[in-house]
């Protein structure tokens, strides 16, 4: 039996685990979800997982020496990490996880534009494996990135305009999102790269960093780490506002000696949070399965 523990039991780790009902049901795999306050998933559907806090973890792994604290020791008894607790718990709990030894599946991949957080879970001896997220294609696009065949990278982003108000805007910024109409069309709030997103639309960045890791090619004597550091620069990133959008919707443009490609994905909410992307779990479950295959 494969042992997976889940950081994180929010919508995405809830519909990971109804996806993988079929090797829960037949006894091929067994799911922990860590969480910060168990008492917040009273409740709740845990779908077949045991959802614990850290306390819980430790007697789990018959390891009282384990405080709160990130430690590799926290994943004693695990074959396999799976995050998808958001940006911040991937940084801190993500390179500990690596560390380890265990293969880590990565949700939140924003988490690698920080430096400090690539480095460590760049750093092994776990393998880490990034999710594509609420988008597709990549594949495609890394082949030709590794080629050297992509001279363009971009990716559109269209959400419903009001869920893209920020603190940081003014309020004559805000009020003109909140009295956008749907037929004033599209309004760009931003245009940058990936690195100069994350300051502004933390919320977007998962999307843009995962096409600047599939993008980010191949050269000798140069690190993964190093690589997406210049693809994060690379790749250009277009949030656009739409009133009365439902689903997200994202539009990947890239050029090169390899030709040119253009992708066009519009998901539908996950059942446990019309907010996310349910095209997320669908892409953290199909890697998970990978991952246990070998």
Do not use: Y
């Amino acid at each position: 039996m494969t042992s997976v523990l889940l950081l994180g039991f929010g919508a995405i780790g809830r519909h990971v685990a109804q996806l993988l009902s079929p090797e829960l049901g037949s006894g091929t795999l067994s799911l922990t979800a860590l969480v910060s306050d168990r008492a917040k998933h009273d409740g709740r559907p845990n779908h077949g997982a045991e959802v614990v806090d850290l306390p819980g973890l430790a007697r789990l792994a018959g390891r009282a020496d384990i405080d709160t604290s990130p430690s590799p020791r926290m994943f004693d008894g695990f074959d396999v990490i799976v995050e998808c607790a958001g940006v911040p718990a991937a940084a801190q709990l993500g390179p500990s996880a690596i560390a380890s030894g265990r293969p880590l599946v990565l949700t939140s991949v924003g988490a690698l534009a920080a430096p400090e957080a690539r480095a460590g879970l760049l750093a092994g001896p776990g393998r880490l494996h990034v999710t594509n997220g609420a988008i597709g294609g990549l594949d495609v696009l890394e082949a030709a990135a590794q080629a050297d065949g992509l001279d363009t990278v971009e990716i559109t982003t269209s959400k419903e305009a009001s869920g893209l108000i920020r603190p940081w805007m003014s309020e004559t910024e805000a009020a003109r999102l909140r009295d956008l109409r749907p037929e004033d069309g599209p309004l760009t709030v931003f245009t940058g790269n990936p690195a100069e997103a994350i300051e502004k639309f933390p919320a977007n960045v998962n999307i843009a960093v995962a096409l600047a890791w599939a993008t980010r090619g191949l050269s000798a004597g140069t690190s993964d780490a190093d690589m997406l550091g210049a693809s994060l620069e690379r790749v250009q990133v277009v949030i656009q506002a739409v009133a009365g959008q439902n689903q997200s919707a994202h539009r990947i443009r890239a050029a090169g000696s390899a030709g040119g490609f253009t992708f066009d994905i519009r998901s539908t909410p996950s059942p446990e949070n019309p907010a996310t992307s349910g095209l997320t779990a669908l892409s953290v479950t199909r890697t998970l399965r990978s991952v246990i295959a070998g």
